[in-house]
T-cell receptor
Framework: AQSVTQPDIHITVSEGASLELRCNYS??????LFWYVQSPGQGLQLLLK??????LVQGIKGFEAEFKRSQSSFNLRKPSVHWSDAAEYFC???????????FGTGTSLTVIP | NAGVTQTPKFRVLKTGQSMTLLCAQD?????MYWYRQDPGMGLRLIHY???????AKGEVPDGYNVSRLKKQNFLLGLESAAPSQTSVYFC?????????????FGAGTRLSVL
């Protein structure tokens, strides 16, 4: 069965510092992987996705993620965090039929001045 | 540019009451989904639909029913609400499944069952 693990429940970084949010997945075949962001009181917004090809994918708002099959990971990164990046971040995996998504439990990001 | 619209935004129910949550999308998407979000549990799929007139169970379907009578609408019903159904409910839609399954989310409905 598919599953997603986000080991960090909460992360605090200083504005301008780099960021890496971890995501590990469990899936037998080639996964379809996603990162979503949720601002307080809002729905989820897609940051980036990986389906195939280049393992380093670029997303919106300066985020990128790298797919590492050997580590079953899809970590999200940003070189310099802005205060507006404070939000909840969710990693998700979809099956190859794509009818169902499996979300991680989320990582809450706090940005301090 | 509405996208996915959920109504209502907030609701308080008493145990045993019933209610229907409405999700409407204006993107002509085939696929629609209902999730619930609980602290520390992420989003869990309740039911989904792959087209008008079709529905299927997700990970946590018990206590909920759904209908997709029109392509643009996906209704989530609670026949007899229980405190365990206190949650934030999100609707999502996508144009395709498989490799192009990009889900677009509504702003959520916060439901409290007393």
């Amino acid at each position: 069965a598919q599953s997603v693990t986000q080991p960090d429940i909460h992360i605090t970084v200083s504005e301008g510092a780099s960021l890496e949010l971890r995501c590990n997945y469990s899936y037998g075949a080639t996964p379809y992987l996603f990162w979503y962001v949720q601002s307080p009181g809002q729905g989820l917004q897609l940051l980036l996705k990986y389906f195939s090809g280049d393992t380093l994918v670029q997303g919106i708002k300066g985020f990128e993620a790298e797919f590492k099959r050997s580590q079953s990971s899809f970590n999200l990164r940003k070189p310099s965090v802005h205060w507006s990046d404070a939000a909840e971040y969710f990693c998700a995996v979809a099956s190859n039929t794509g009818n169902q998504f499996y979300f991680g439990t989320g990582t809450s990001l706090t940005v301090i001045p | 540019n509405a996208g996915v619209t959920q109504t209502p935004k907030f609701r308080v129910l008493k145990t045993g009451q019933s209610m229907t949550l409405l999700c409407a999308q204006d993107m002509n998407h085939e696929y629609m989904y209902w999730y619930r979000q609980d602290p520390g549990m992420g989003l869990r799929l309740i039911h989904y639909s792959v087209g008008e007139g079709t529905t299927a169970k997700g990970e946590v379907p018990d206590g909920y029913n759904v209908s997709r009578l029109k392509k643009q609408n996906f209704l989530l019903g609670l026949e007899s609400a229980a405190p365990s159904q206190t949650s934030v409910y999100f609707c999502a839609s996508s144009r395709l499944a498989g490799i192009e399954n990009i889900q677009y989310f509504g702003a959520g409905t916060r439901l409290s069952v007393l």
